[in-house]
Every structure is written in C-alpha cells, then in structure tokens.
C-alpha cells in the first residue's frame, strides 16, 4: 500500500497538480528572499532574482500600499508582473518581495 499524499496545489507554470508523500510534504524548504525596487514608472516589471524557484511575491507601491498584478513565472530565475486597473495598465513604481 502506497503512503497517504497531501494536495498542495497547482503549478501556475503548467498547471500540473502536484502530490507529495507524508516525508516530501514535511521536509523544510531551502529559502531565499529577493527584493526588487521598481525606480522607474511603468506597468510591467521584469524581475530577475535568481532563487531557483517560483518564489511568492507581495507588491507595494512607493506608498508602502500592496498592489496586486498577473505574475507570470518566466523561468525559476525571472518572473514578470503586469498592472491593470478597471481594464487599463497601471504604471507606477513600487518594490516587490519575493520569497
């Protein structure tokens, strides 16, 4: 008989679902932070923070406000994030945490 597996969710890359065993799903993840500081306006960010993975990430403007935007994982390194409001790009400057 084969050990119980927990969901943990879908890859937003392939959309694949992804099961762990017991032992995957306790084991501590190797980290990493990265925070990228937008200085110039505009509403689609590149990021390029080489964590090898496909870090989750939180946006603020220069207010310090969180904003929200469509990320799209490039590859583990390098992820872009679009801003729209009521349809129409937003572009302002901001930091994004990824971790």
């Not at 937003?12 to 762990?20: E, H, I, M, W």
């Not at 390029?48 to 406000?65: I, M, Q, R, W, Y």
């Not at 992820?79 to 990824?98: R, V």
């Given at each position: 008989m084969?050990p119980?597996?927990k969901?943990?969710?879908?890859?937003?890359v392939?959309?694949?679902?992804?099961?762990l065993s017991?032992?995957?799903?306790?084991k501590?993840v190797?980290g990493?932070t990265?925070?990228?500081?937008?200085?110039?306006?505009?509403?689609?960010?590149t990021?390029?923070h080489?964590l090898a993975?496909?870090?989750?990430?939180t946006?603020?403007d220069s207010g310090e406000?969180?904003?929200i935007?469509?990320i799209v994982?490039?590859?583990?390194?390098?992820?872009?994030?679009t801003?729209?409001?009521e349809?129409s790009?937003t572009a302002?400057?901001?930091?994004?945490y990824?971790n």
């Amino acid at each position: 008989m084969s050990p119980l597996k927990k969901y943990i969710g879908k890859n937003v890359v392939d959309n694949k679902t992804r099961f762990l065993s017991e032992a995957e799903f306790t084991k501590p993840v190797k980290g990493g932070t990265f925070t990228h500081t937008q200085s110039s306006t505009s509403n689609t960010w590149t990021i390029n923070h080489n964590l090898a993975k496909f870090p989750s990430v939180t946006v603020v403007d220069s207010g310090e406000t969180v904003v929200i935007g469509t990320i799209v994982y490039n590859s583990k390194n390098q992820l872009t994030i679009t801003f729209f409001s009521e349809g129409s790009p937003t572009a302002f400057q901001g930091k994004a945490y990824l971790n």
